[in-house]
């Protein structure tokens, strides 16, 4: 019967939706996480938007405490930057919260190897992912590039803790018609159009509570869905009809193109480690080594096998006295997933990690082994955007739009997620003031007049697609091709292009060097620089490939020449005897108006007998028997 009821509410609520007054400039949110509030601080404080923030996760589970499951760590780099600085209160929660790195290839890295005999490498710097010999020349390209302002390293619920204080903070010292209001338990069910004569259109979201199941009706001027990878925003886009929206809506659109990169369907879950926890040093090396919490350490196993190596994996947080979440990043084949219960895994892990005490009573409780076993964790997802990012009314008065996750996904290996996200809302914030969506420079007129008047919201969505979408097309094949395997996936074939991923990535960076920039570095170095666009990554690192393709022909185009030779006497047997002369063996031919003599200049015809050649003007040298051919 209550499901009964709620369809039925929900069907009125779909029928009333043209009688519905027009919202008053209101916005609704569809997803709090940091691209969502991030998008709300925008809408309110730059555009005067009052917004409703729709998250289905419930108040009791809040997003600004610490989940294991959802224990990663964001590394906001200076492309994330340029959102958090245009809030200074955001941005210095950042730096006082955030531990402080200067990127990719110059993280100061402590590798654990599993042998517990083996000394620990104390107070060294590596470069994960590249061989010994090559990471500090990695390490010091990367921090030659413009980006190397630091970036910062904290775990994703103090992320949305400051963004939420800075939330409250804009309420506090804003009126009425422009606050951010928080709608949690509220699960998005459908979004679609008013169909009013004129401009008086609204977007209706319908939203149902995740406890009770009733239904509520928002409406809004402009929606932007911000609800991750499975994002039913998206959704209800990629289900409308054709004329649900602009005439050139294209539903097809909103449906994800997607690519496998080698790190697509990694299975990664959290293992918990209390804080400071000690390392033990091979006997007679000195004491135990005490971790800090803002330290990063890679604990080796000593299996080597496909389906049993196994990495831990710590990044830096600033609090020392909070719980390390350790990741574990496998093939879905690992053995580990084997594990159901708490103690095989304890006894599992004790085996592959000798140096640590897992054991009964160890440094990891019962508890957290039992939790830790029954963890399904989460699936790195496919490398997927989808080419449609807004959508409006005929008339321009309403839209919704994409960002973040519900737009584009894909493994965390190039460090770029919440940073593009965040990118994402600084080009809609950029559109919706009539400015270049990637450089944020005033649009060109055209020699036309300036007006005040500004353009419907229809017109700076449509911007928003236009000048965006080949930037997000961009993104998607710098995270297919950027660093995948810097996970050290145990299988042979992934050991195998590891090693030729590292010789190409070494490769662009010693011509690099060597030509004072002229050849580019690959594309994971470049994207460090935040000055350049993701379309201006690719480009340069296409060039470099490019460069490699064409030196690679002329390579194979010599060696071919050398081997057979070609031209249009190709495929006539012939050899050198002179600088210039040919010798034919047993090669039919006509000699016609020959002339008597050694030594004879003659005009002659050629005439293969199995390929037709003809060759015409050519000057013939007779001596010791045999026809010497000048052509």
Known sequence: VATICRILLLACSVACIDSLAPPQHHAVVVGAGPVG????????????????LLESSPA?????????TKAFLYNVNGRGQTLTKQFPSMHKKLVERGVPSSGFGAIKLTIVPGDPDEALPRGEEKA???????????????????????????????????????????NAQTKDNNKITFSLGQECVSVEPTKKAGEGNCVCVT???????????????LVVGADGMNSKVRQCLAAASKDAWQKNFDPKKFVPEKWTSPAS??????????????VPDAPGHGPPLVTNSEGIYALRSVNTGPQDYLSLGLLPMKNNNAVRPTNIVTRPDHDVWKIKDGPPMQ????????????????????EEWERFAKAEGTRFPYCQYCRGLAAW??????????????????????????????????SLDRALKGLDTETGEEMETGGAKSTKEEPPLGTRLERYQKQHAPEIAALIRLARFGAPYQYKQPHRADRVLHALWTVNLAMR???????????????????????LTYRQVMKRADLTTAFFKTLLVGVFGLLVKQRYGFGFLKGLERDTLMKENVLFHDVPFVITDALAGEESQISININHAKRGYEVQRTSVSIWNGKLHVVA
């Not at 500090?136 to 994703?156: D, F, M, N, V």
């Not at 006894?347 to 019962?366: N, T, V």
């Not at 739009?401 to 600084?426: C, E, K, S, Y």
């Open 37 to 52: 509030i991030a998008a709300a601080l925008a809408l309110a404080s730059h555009h005067g938007y009052s917004v409703t």
């Open 60 to 68: 009791s589970s809040a997003q600004t405490q610490y989940d294991p």
């Open 128 to 170: 994960e992912g590249t061989p010994d010999e090559e990471k500090s020349e990695i390490a010091k390209a990367t921090q030659s590039e413009k980006a190397a302002a630091p970036g910062y390293w904290l775990p994703r619920h103090e992320m949305v803790k400051l963004m939420a204080e800075c939330v409250d903070e804009h």
């Open 207 to 221: 939203a149902r509570d995740t406890e009770d199941g009733s239904l509520t009706l928002h409406q809004a001027a």
């Open 265 to 278: 369907h990694l299975r990664i879950k959290v293992l918990q480690f209390p804080p400071r926890f000690e």
């Open 347 to 366: 006894e599992y892990f004790q085996k592959a990690f000798p140096r640590y005490d897992f054991g009964k009573g160890g440094m990891i409780s019962e």
């Open 393 to 426: 009314d005929e008339g321009g008065a309403c839209g919704v739009t994409l960002v973040g996750d519900a737009l584009h996904a894909f493994p965390p290996d190039i460090g770029q997620g919440v940073n593009a996200g965040l990118m994402d809302v600084v």
């Open 509 to 531: 960076l010693i011509l690099s060097k060597i030509t004072f920039g002229l050849v580019q570095p690959g594309c994971i170095i470049l994207s460090q620089n935040k000055e």
